[in-house]
C-alpha cells in the first residue's frame, strides 16, 4: 500500500532554512508527479509546490517562489522541500502528495509535519 | 492564478440530510476540479477527481457534479462519519488552488 512519511519539521527561527523529506513506499515513485501543500494552524489548506516524476519540471505557490526549491531522490524515494528565509507566516503543517499522473489529482497523502517558524 | 470560492463556510445539518456544497472557479477549468474530506488533525482525504469521478473506496452517497466554473459536491445521506470539512482544488493549471473549505457541522 502507498505510504508517505514526512519528516524533518521542527522549530525554526525567522531567516533560517529547514529541510523536509517525504519517504515514498508502496509505488514506483519514479514514475509519479509529487506535490507539497501545507496547512496554517486553523486555516485551509495552500498547495505549495509540485515536480514532476523525472525532476524536469517544477512550479510553486507565489507565497514561496523564490525562497522554497522541491526537488527528488529518485534512486532514494524520497521527496525533499528545502525551504530558506523562513517566515512567520510559513507555521504550518506540511504534506506531501502523490500525484494520480503527471499534473492530476493528489490520490494520497502522508501524515503532515509541523513546521513553527518562530523567534 | 485562479480563485477557488466555496460556498457556505459553514454548513449544520442532521443524519439522513442531503447536503450540497458548491465550488466556483474564477475563471473555467474545464472538469479539472477534486475534493478532499479532512477530519481534525488527519490529511485531505481524497472524494472526488476530474469533477464527477468517485474516487474508489469512497461510499457511493458522495457525488459531484458541474464544469467550466460552477461545480457541487452533494451527500445523499449524511453519516456520523461525515462530519468534516471539505475542500474543492482545481488543477487546470498552476498554481494549483483550493477552496477555502466547508466546515459540515452536526445540527
Known amino acids: 500500500q502507498v505510504q508517505l512519511v514526512e519528516s524533518g519539521g521542527g522549530v525554526v527561527q525567522p531567516g533560517r532554512s529547514l529541510r523536509l523529506s517525504c519517504a515514498a513506499s508502496?509505488?514506483?515513485?519514479?514514475?509519479?508527479?509529487m506535490h507539497w501543500v501545507r496547512q496554517a494552524p486553523g486555516k485551509g489548506l495552500e498547495w505549495v509546490a509540485f515536480?514532476?516524476?523525472?525532476?524536469?519540471?517544477?512550479y510553486y505557490a507565489d507565497s514561496v517562489k523564490g525562497r522554497f526549491t522541491i526537488s527528488r531522490d529518485n534512486s532514494k524515494n524520497t521527496l525533499y522541500l528545502q525551504m530558506s528565509s523562513l517566515r512567520a507566516e510559513d507555521t504550518a503543517v506540511y504534506y506531501c502528495?502523490?500525484?494520480?499522473?503527471?499534473?492530476?489529482?493528489?490520490?494520497?497523502w502522508g501524515q503532515g509535519t509541523l513546521v513553527t517558524v518562530s523567534p | 492564478d485562479i480563485q477557488m470560492t466555496q460556498s457556505p463556510s459553514t454548513l449544520s445539518a442532521s443524519v439522513g440530510d442531503r447536503v450540497t456544497i458548491t465550488c466556483r472557479a474564477s475563471?473555467?477549468?474545464?472538469?479539472?476540479l477534486a475534493w478532499y474530506q479532512q477530519k481534525p488533525g488527519k490529511a485531505p482525504n481524497l472524494l472526488i477527481h476530474?469533477?464527477?469521478g468517485l474516487e474508489s473506496g469512497v461510499p457511493s452517497r458522495f457525488s459531484g457534479s458541474g464544469s467550466g466554473t460552477e461545480f457541487t459536491l452533494t451527500i445523499s445521506s449524511l453519516q456520523p462519519d461525515d462530519f468534516a470539512t471539505y475542500y474543492c482544488?482545481?488543477?487546470?493549471?498552476?498554481?494549483?488552488?483550493f477552496g477555502q473549505g466547508t466546515k459540515l457541522e452536526i445540527k
Open positions: 515536480i514532476r516524476y523525472d525532476g524536469t519540471n517544477k
Open positions: 502528495a502523490k500525484d494520480f499522473s503527471g499534473g492530476s489529482w493528489l490520490d494520497y
Open positions: 482544488q482545481q488543477y487546470n493549471s498552476y498554481p494549483y488552488t
Open positions: 475563471q473555467s477549468i474545464s472538469s479539472w
Open positions: 476530474k469533477a464527477s
Open positions: 508502496g509505488f514506483t515513485f519514479s514514475s509519479y508527479g
